[in-house]
């Protein structure tokens, strides 16, 4: 069992909690998820890693209630605990990878939309500690929605905040923000955009018009987190690949988007997995349970 130390709602229908997780806490890195179970009989949600404490042993995760799963999630309170908390799962964030004197050389843009808020903040703290200050753009459909600014704020070298209706910060899409620091005279070598898939197709939209290379971090379904089900399958540069394995960090301008899209809808069906397995074949992978393929 694994015990929430502190759960808490960041606004509305989206949740905080820090978990007591000593392995996960010991080898996690920004980029990274985890799966968690709240009995032995409920879903498997996937949830990107927003903070960790090795000394202390803790993981701090956010989500949004979206389901049946996150529903129950939300009822928990400190003390009570998680019967799974499955991680490091995926791949680290590329710049973890990076000779650091070679990153400090660079220009990063970070762009955060709604929830993708809290994957974005553990890569920008941990270049914060390597003394690298990047900007960082958080967007959210108004105000009310808008969450860890403080935080954000505390390691960013500069935070731009823009709502989709103006009720604060810049007003606009995060798309709009971009191109205003463009065009104020702001060079990058890099974009990070974590958020909604459509956000993130446009950005990436933007982005190579502007010749700026960017790492979207994809957020498909996922059943299992290894690999096996096939949910999370996504076409990058032609290639199929696996969000919970290759990823979830991939080159956002080789992603397709529009059939990563229209995929998560398929699948959110019975009838639309038995139809991808037929469609994709030896590539769709089985052991979700749900659509036969493990059969």
Known sequence: MYKILEA??????????????????????????????????????????????????????????????????????????FHDFVGPLGCPSEFIKEDLEELKKKNILFV??????????????WLHEKGIAADVIVG???KDLLILEKEMEAVAGNLYVTTDDGSYGRSGMVTQTITDLVNEGKKYDVCVAIGPMIMMKFVCKLT??????????????????????????????????????????????????????????????AEGRAYLK??????????????????
């Open 8 to 81: 808490r709602e960041l606004t509305t229908n989206i949740f905080l909690m820090v978990v007591e997780a000593k392995r996960v806490a010991k080898s996690c890195y920004p980029g990274q998820f985890i799966i968690v179970r709240t009995d032995e009989n409920s879903e498997r949600i996937p949830l990107t890693i927003c903070d960790y404490d090795r000394e202390k042993g803790t993981v701090t995760i956010v989500f949004q209630i979206v389901g049946g799963g996150t529903e129950i999630m939300s009822r928990l309170k400190d003390g009570d605990a």
């Open 112 to 125: 955060a939309g709604g929830v993708g808020t809290a994957p974005v903040y553990p890569q920008v703290k």
């Open 140 to 142: 959210s459909k108004t």
């Open 208 to 269: 190579k018009e502007l010749e700026i290379p960017t790492i979207v971090s994809l957020n498909p379904i996922m059943v299992d987190g290894t690999g096996m089900c096939g949910a999370c399958r996504v076409t990058v540069g032609g290639e199929v690949k696996f969000a919970c394995v290759d990823g979830p960090e991939f080159d956002g301008h080789l992603v397709n988007f529009d059939e990563a899209m229209q995929r998560q809808q398929i699948y959110k069906t």
């Open 278 to 295: 037929a469609k994709e074949g030896d590539t769709h992978h089985g052991g979700c349970g749900n659509c036969g393929g493990d059969n």
